[in-house]
């Protein structure tokens, strides 16, 4: 009885926690929680909370929150629909917590980075407060922990950027994610996925296995289709170029594990694919990059070792869109933010590089193939004045074994240049040094369209040519420095380079070869083995106003950028020429079968000429001083007359030496008919032309000998120039043309080829017509210098008497004698004699004649007799008998030295004493006088007959006169020369 008592109340009691407990569950708790969680959760954010309700369940263990939402100033940050959390009542026995289900219903999260870069989720922490510090607590081990399932279904994630000036804003819907046995005991493992739809921006897929203790997972992440352009639109404030379109797909394997040591997060046989990705540049809304697909497969990266393997990246079909602006700036540096984008420049070549950084890199990269096929390059340079666009494509490239860390990454290039010539390159590249060592293989690469970069230099045209290359080179560090390499051979065939404008050639050639080229930075060298040019023309012309082409083709330009550029070469420390000097060697040029045409449209009528069958060598050309090379050229000259140039020269050194012959013969002076009319005012009617030059020229000093022959020239028709002077040339061509009918000129040239007045050309033309003036103006001079008078031969112009004499004096005779040489030497010469008697000095002469002929024999009158002893005491006795007075009177006994003067001697002084006034009473007549000067003209006439030289129609005596004795330098009687 009293047992059921006990069990009544006992029961009663039970009943009564149990209503109890029920009550509270479903009554009273859950506006408990709701109360708590409102309060606690608003004063803890200092943000608004809404839960419209809380239900409990206590007899399942069930919690539920309805309708949650946290929100400041009417904006929504957190919100759910539904909270069910299911405790699990296995929790008492296992001495653990433990929930057989969590599930969140349409879960929101908005976040927001504000202006100043404050993500919002952050200020609904309280503010930190300075506290003491505390205790460091004693680790007890995680405690126990196991979740059967949780979800989250239907869950929106908003995200907005206000900290860009382009506001960014991005919605993640109809999220899901299940996790089942989610638990904090040991090796205790559980399985998840998440879905995510990214609306039009994409789907993510996450699934795979979490451990918490230790903490272990792996599993797989899919990004499907992800707009690249919405993720464009977060960074495009921070970027100058537009991602158009674009989509993203990635499949990884990942794994962590952080249970040892050394903790583990790695992916693994992961693939990341593009696809129709589109760039385009910001400024110009023009595609830059087109990438139809991209593959990377096989990804492995270890997150923990920084090392990231790639099995494989391929791509295919893209286009790359490369342009230069007007101020030289390429797009590609204008793809990201830079207020000022500097102009393109050279780098300097003589600045020292830096040595190379051992470090490793920051991530251990290797990819075992990349591989790039069917992409078009187009480049586009608008800084130029004459824009160029220049295609490669279609472009493969395959690189294996590719690393940052190891070297020698087998390389493979090909490509098309504009759809014609064709780019081969194959060798290895080591990235961690950007060192390579490749063989490169161009095969008929177009030169039009590198056209502009020439006419920014020179106005030409290039059409056709095509340019061939093989070899190896090298880029690789010597001594702290890179040092480039290049050892191979070139080709340029068929090309024409015409003037700007021009439709005829100025130079062409059918081939151009160089053999063995080899280039050193460090040693500043280059050396070529043989360069071969075939067929080469040139064409050489002097406009109607002068002007050379070769020289008008160089834009002036070029000589302010030189200036620009010795003015800042003068900024920098001045280098060690011998160190820095470049030096250039070639072992031979050799040109065949080529051709010179040279016009000068300045002459009326044109001159054109050429050198065809044009043969030239060279070897041995360098930079280096002192050091010259051998040049043998020849040809002919329109078609018929050789010339040939040899010698020594060294046109690529600083101190220029150049020892040559030049031998041209039989040139057809009626070629020249154009500059003999404008200089000399004749055409040329016959003849040829030879040249002999030596010019020697040693750093400043040239020292030139022409040696020029004119054979049977003869002058044509007269023609009207301003240039030419009015002169007999037919006389200095018959004083300067010899017994062959050649004309022979040596003179020497001389002079420092850096003074800006020093002309060659004009030395030679002024020299010329010095002489041909000096053969008109001083004859006799000209015809000395054929029989080698010293002084120029002046002296037989002349035949010089004694006063009132007529005999030719031995000194006479053998000037005469020269003369008749020179005139035996010149056919075409005759010689004309004037006879000339001089008042005073000859009528005193004549009057000495009339008193020694009063003394003398009829028979011995008007000889040039010596006077004897005899004949003058009779003189002297004339003298007496005029003047009362004997002439010996006057005459000393003894001389200064007191010697006595023997008779003879006294007899002679006193002669001279009076024979001047004697003479000055003497009356000679004018016809007398005649009569000497025409016996002066007969003595000469026969000396020079008798000798047999020259014909006696060569000599002609005009009429004799009387000249004054002030403008005589003694008594002389002229020649003169004349042509037939």
Known sequence: MKKSKILRIILIVFLSLAVLYTAFGFLVLPKIVKSQLTSRISEFTQSNVELRDVDTNPLFLTASLKDFKLSRENNEIISFKDLLINFSISSIVKRSLNFSEIKLTEPFINLQISSEGKLNLLDLAPKSEDKEDKKEKKDDGIFPLLIKEITFDRGNILFQDFSNKTPYRSDIKALSFTLKNLSTIPNEEGVYELDANLNENGIINWNGTLELNPVRSEGTIKFDKINTHNIWEYIQDRVNFIVKEGSLDINAEYSLDFSGDEREFRFKNSEMSLTALSILAKESNEEVVSIPSLLVSGIDFDIQKKKLDISKVDTSNGNVFAKIDEDGVINFKKLVNNKNPEKIEDSDSNKKVEKIDNKKPKIDLNIGEIGVSGYNVNFEDNSLSNKTQIKLGPTNINIKNFSLVKSESPLTVDTVLNEAGKININGVINTPGFTSDLKLDFSKIPLNPFEPYIDEFAEIDVEGGNLSLTGDLINQFEQDKRNIKFNG?????????????????????????????????????????????????????????????????????????????????????????????????????????????????????????????????????????????????????????????????????????????????????????????????????????????????????????????????????????????????????????????????????????????????????????????????????????????????????????????????????????????????????????????????????????????????????????????????DILEIYENDYGVDPLDKVPEEDANGKDIPKAEKIRIAYNNSIGQLKDFETVKDSEMIDLAKRRADSIRDFLTNKEMIDQSRIFTLDPSIESAESAEGVRVPLGLDTF
């Open 489 to 873: 051979n070139l080709n340029v065939d068929s090309t024409m380079i015409k003037q700007a404008g021009n439709k005829d050639d100025l130079f062409r050639w059918a081939d151009l070869r160089v053999a063995e080229a080899e280039f050193d930075l460090i040693a500043r060298s280059l050396s070529i083995k043989k360069i071969d040019v075939d067929k080469l023309y040139s064409n050489v012309v002097i406009d109607v106003n002068g002007k050379v082409n070769l020289k008008s083709i160089v834009k002036s330009d070029t000589d302010k950028v030189k200036k620009e550029e010795k003015i800042e070469s003068k900024k920098t420390d001045k280098p060690d020429n011998k160190k820095d000097k470049f030096v250039t060697e070639i072992g031979k040029v050799n040109l065949s079968d080529g051709e010179l045409y040279f016009s000068d449209l300045s002459l009326e009528p044109v001159f054109k000429t050429n050198i065809q069958e044009l043969e030239v060598t060279l070897t041995g050309l360098s930079s280096k001083d002192l050091k010259t090379a051998k040049i043998d050229l020849k040809g002919k000259i329109d078609k018929y007359a050789p010339v040939k140039i040899t010698g020594e020269v060294n046109p690529l050194g600083d101190k220029t030496q150049t020892d040559i012959d030049v031998n041209i013969e039989g040139v057809e002076l009626t070629n020249l008919s154009s500059y003999s009319g404008k200089y000399v005012g004749y055409r040329m009617g016959r003849g040829k032309l030879s040249l002999d030059l030596e010019y020697v020229l040693n750093e400043k000093l040239l020292d030139g000998k022409n040696k020029i022959v004119f054979d049977q020239i003869k002058l044509g028709d007269k023609v009207q120039s301003p240039d030419a002077k009015d002169l007999p040339l037919e006389l200095a061509i018959s004083l300067l043309k010899d017994r062959s009918g050649a004309v022979k000129l040596d003179f020497p040239v001389s002079g420092d080829p850096t003074d800006p007045k020093f002309n060659v050309s004009e030395i030679i033309f002024k020299t010329f017509f010095n002489l041909i003036f000096k053969a008109v103006t001083s004859p006799f001079s000209i015809l000395g210098s054929v029989v080698g008078i010293f002084g120029g031969g002046e002296e037989l112009s002349y035949v010089s008497f004694e006063p009132g004499s007529s005999k030719v004096t031995d000194k006479e005779k053998k000037e005469l004698g020269e003369l008749l040489k020179a005139l035996s030497e010149r056919p075409n010469l005759k010689l004309d004699i004037k006879g000339v008697a001089y008042n005073e000095i000859d009528r005193l002469g004549l009057a000495e004649m009339q008193i020694i002929n009063s003394v003398r024999d009829d028979d011995e009158q008007n000889s040039d007799k010596p006077l004897t002893e005899d004949e003058m005491e």
